[in-house]
């Protein structure tokens, strides 16, 4: 089942539904289904996963070793999970391809050169927001009205004071 069994046996799920054939089905069709909530009701997902080689991810294990400010990036289970590197890379290949949607893309970030990383994702997350064509209200003239109003509302101090004028809206 996956990768580690026993992580999904502690969420207390029923024994039928954690050995259920299709249980990664549904579980895969719940992602789905919140994310197209979401994105029928305004909001807009964008999913990175970074994939980083098994080469480059020894790499860093070993710089957290050797650089004392990174000692407790490191313990036993980094070293011993990267013996599941097959499993883990089919679970989340399973993952990506039944989760991503023309609605709630997965991009495949290669995190190797973790500068080209944060560039891609920069790039991605820019034209994400340069789709929605978000603007600012604009101000007319029966608003600026109403601004001034406020201003001069606003120019009293509690006690009835006038406080000197400041530039008008």
């Given at each position: 089942?996956?990768?580690?069994?026993?992580?999904?046996?502690?969420?207390?799920?029923?024994?039928?539904?954690?050995?259920?054939?299709?249980?990664?089905?549904?579980?895969?069709?719940?992602?789905?289904?919140?994310?197209?909530?979401?994105?029928?009701?305004?909001?807009?997902?964008?999913?990175?996963?970074?994939?980083?080689?098994?080469?480059?991810?020894?790499?860093?294990?070993?710089?957290?070793?050797?650089?004392?400010?990174?000692?407790?990036?490191?313990?036993?289970?980094?070293?011993?999970?990267?013996?599941?590197?097959?499993?883990?890379?089919?679970?989340?290949?399973?993952?990506?391809?039944?989760?991503?949607?023309?609605?709630?893309?997965?991009?495949?970030?290669?995190a190797d050169d973790k500068r080209n990383a944060r560039l891609i994702v920069s790039c991605v997350l820019h034209e994400t927001?340069?789709?929605?064509?978000?603007?600012?209200?604009?101000?007319?003239?029966?608003?600026?009205?109403?601004?001034?109003?406020?201003?001069?509302?606003?120019?009293?101090?509690?006690?009835?004071?006038?406080?000197?004028?400041?530039?008008t809206v």
């Open positions: 089942m996956r990768v580690h069994r026993e992580i999904l046996e502690a969420e207390r799920l029923p024994e039928e539904s954690i050995d259920a054939k299709d249980f990664w089905a549904h579980r895969y069709r719940s992602i789905t289904d919140l994310e197209i909530h979401l994105h029928r009701n305004g909001t807009r997902i964008v999913k990175f996963f970074l994939h980083l080689s098994p080469e480059e991810q020894r790499r860093r294990l070993l710089e957290r070793i050797d650089d004392p400010h990174k000692n407790w990036k490191l313990c036993l289970a980094d070293v011993q999970e990267r013996r599941l590197w097959a499993r883990y890379t089919k679970a989340y290949e399973e993952c990506l391809g039944a989760t991503s949607t023309a609605h709630a893309p997965w991009y495949v970030v290669p927001m340069r789709a929605l064509k978000m603007s600012h209200p604009s101000v007319d003239a029966s608003r600026r009205r109403e601004l001034r109003k406020l201003r001069r509302l606003l120019v009293q101090d509690r006690l009835g004071r006038r406080v000197p004028r400041r530039e």
